[in-house]
């Protein structure tokens, strides 16, 4: 009976956590894209700027931007601290769209010049040249890295507990302090696994997909 008990109120948390982790894609994906094109601007300003953005972004760790992000505001300008799922979905998003800027900014500079060059010589504008000729290329390239970082995130969202929003782990913590047993935290593992499985599948197909257009 308690088991069940336990499994239903893991299922609600689980939905932070998936809500978390799509929210932060969501955001985080196009975000990253715009932060790689400032990485590879020709304005030298612009191209500093962002380069020491994502340096920050990566080398701080995540939850200590989470603090950041949900303190921050309360600590420099004296207003009210603000809401803990935003904060958290703010947070994350920043911190993982200066990674896949940097996954994004390897997948463009991998194509050969000669076919922006190609498209140049055959009239084509520069956005053209990118969805017609490097997007699709750039896709494949980095779906392995890219599955990678979306994988780690599915993890990363037990983060989100230490500033208190009731994901899977706060749950299983809080439980298992009211029961004095330690297994509902493992038990947390069999939802994270079967999540990562799904990616783990998704991307596999995805994969296949690209596999007919050889690079």
């Given at each position: 009976?308690?088991?069940?008990?336990?499994?239903?109120?893991?299922?609600?948390g689980?939905?932070?956590?998936?809500?978390?982790?799509?929210?932060?894609?969501?955001?985080?994906?196009?975000?990253?894209?715009?932060?790689?094109?400032?990485?590879m601007?020709?304005?030298?300003?612009?191209?500093?700027?962002?380069?020491?953005?994502?340096?920050?972004?990566?080398?701080?760790?995540?939850?200590?931007?989470?603090?950041?992000?949900?303190?921050?505001p309360?600590?420099?300008?004296?207003?009210?601290?603000?809401?803990?799922?935003?904060?958290?979905?703010?947070?994350?998003?920043?911190?993982?769209?200066?990674y896949?800027?940097?996954i994004?900014?390897?997948g463009?500079e991998?194509?050969?010049?000669?076919?922006?060059?190609?498209?140049?010589?055959?009239?084509?504008?520069?956005?053209?040249?990118?969805?017609?000729?490097?997007l699709?290329q750039?896709?494949k390239r980095?779906?392995?890295?890219?599955?990678?970082?979306?994988?780690t995130?599915?993890?990363?969202?037990a983060?989100?507990?230490t500033?208190?929003?009731?994901?899977?782990?706060?749950?299983?913590?809080?439980?298992?302090?009211?029961?004095?047993?330690?297994?509902?935290?493992?038990?947390?593992?069999?939802?994270?696994?079967?999540?990562?499985?799904?990616?783990?599948?998704?991307f596999?197909?995805?994969?296949?997909?690209?596999?007919?257009?050889k690079?």
């Open positions: 009976m308690i088991f069940w008990q336990v499994t239903l109120q893991f299922l609600k689980f939905g932070t956590t998936c809500s978390i982790f799509a929210l932060t894609l969501l955001f985080a994906l196009p975000l990253g894209l715009i932060i790689s094109f400032g990485t601007s020709k304005f030298k300003p612009l191209k500093a700027v962002m380069k020491t953005i994502v340096w920050v972004v990566r080398g701080v760790p995540l939850m200590l931007q989470l603090f950041i992000v949900y303190y921050g309360s600590l420099l300008f004296h207003v009210p601290i603000g809401d803990k799922f935003v904060s958290t979905i703010i947070a994350f998003s920043i911190n993982y769209a200066c896949f800027s940097e994004y900014r390897a463009i991998a194509i050969p010049r000669g076919q922006i060059e190609a498209g140049q010589v055959l009239g084509m504008t520069r956005f053209q040249i990118f969805t017609r000729i490097t699709m750039v896709v980095i779906v392995p890295p890219m599955g990678n970082e979306i994988i995130l599915v993890k990363d969202t983060l989100a507990r500033i208190v929003v009731v994901e899977i782990i706060h749950l299983a913590h809080k439980i298992s302090n009211t029961l004095a047993e330690i297994w509902p935290l493992f038990y947390t593992a069999i939802f994270y696994l079967a999540f990562v499985g799904i990616l783990t599948l998704l596999g197909w995805f994969e296949k997909k690209l596999s007919y257009y690079v």
